[in-house]
């Protein structure tokens, strides 16, 4: 399990975000690292590592405390009670924000859209249930429900003050380099779906002054997952720093690359390569990943190792693991998909998509 933390280091960096900015610790962090070594055997190369995001919290991993810490730190700031946010009918991002709202005492609320049904879908809406988050379900994405006394959270939490869970997270990673846990990456893999773990670690790695390549795989539609989408989120991440604090670098795009070839062309659709990668990790190194957003980015090292063998055999390269690995096989077990609003039982009683995980 993650080390307990002191203190922010980007509070650290930056004392005068401390009590400018809203923040509520949800979790432990400071993820660990771990070496890839059986990998390292199977692939022929010396230095692959994972950072554990999927052990962020006891509660739900993944990415999504480490911006909800701000973002959900924000609503109660402003007095809100209940909090929506939005993604697919499978989205872990709305069943992480009904665990912490639950934790919170807030009222979490899902607006989901359609996305291709596998078995990881249709458990993140039986944890919906579980948790109590009220679904609106719907097929067009403009009828999001507004209200004065409603919390909107963008989808995955991706504006600027989520964005900082993850400025602090590339923080975090510079720490543990600096205290030879590992050595600085050469090349950081992590999954791209609302862009805004990217911007965080682009803008994080730029004022840690960190030489690592950031390979960014977009995993959904470029309206949310895209190069355009990563520098306006960082930039106004920036932006928000600098009304406290004027000592931090310029935006460099120079290390990022946005990797598109391993999406699928619809949101949520397994890939070959990507059910290969869930396999790889699964058999090799017990890592749990799924096929919509992780599957994808550990694919796209994959290839590149397998691209790039002799040049980077030497090289430091890191998967940054975004995905849950709390295992829910207890709750799942005692849930009814009935009890589910009703225009969402078909997802349920229609076979699942063929390969599906």
Partial sequence: MPEN??????????PDLEGN????????LNTPVKQ????EKRLK????????????SPQYGGNKVRKF??????????????VLTAGGIGSNHCVANAIFCNQLKLK????????PVTSYVRNNLLLDLYFKNEIIYSKDQKNLPKSEEIYYMPPGASNPLGTLGFVNAMLELKDQINSGELPEPHHIFVACGSSGTTAGLLLGANIAQLKTKIHSIQTSTPNYSSLIVIKKIAKQTRELIAKYDKNLPEISLENLIFN????????GI?????????????ETENIKLESTYTGKAFAALLGFVRENKEEIKDKTLLFWNTYNSRDFSDILTKMDYRNLPKELHWIFEKPLLENAP
Avoid: H
């Avoid at 900015?21 to 432990?28: A, D, F, K, R, V």
């Avoid at 397994?270 to 699964?282: D, V």
């Fill in 5 to 14: 933390r002191k203190k922010l280091p980007l509070f650290e960096r930056f």
């Fill in 21 to 28: 900015i809203p923040w509520i610790e949800l979790s432990p």
């Fill in 36 to 39: 890839l070594n059986n990998l």
């Fill in 45 to 56: 190369i010396n230095s692959l590592w994972v950072k554990c995001d999927d052990k962020t």
């Fill in 69 to 82: 810490e701000f973002v959900l730190a924000d609503a109660i700031d402003k007095g809100f009670k209940k």
């Fill in 108 to 115: 979490p609320m899902a607006f989901l859209i359609d996305q």
């Fill in 260 to 267: 598109k070839n391993y999406f699928g062309g619809i949101y």
């Fill in 270 to 282: 397994p890939t070959k390569e990507g059910l290969e990668s869930i396999k790889i990790a699964k």
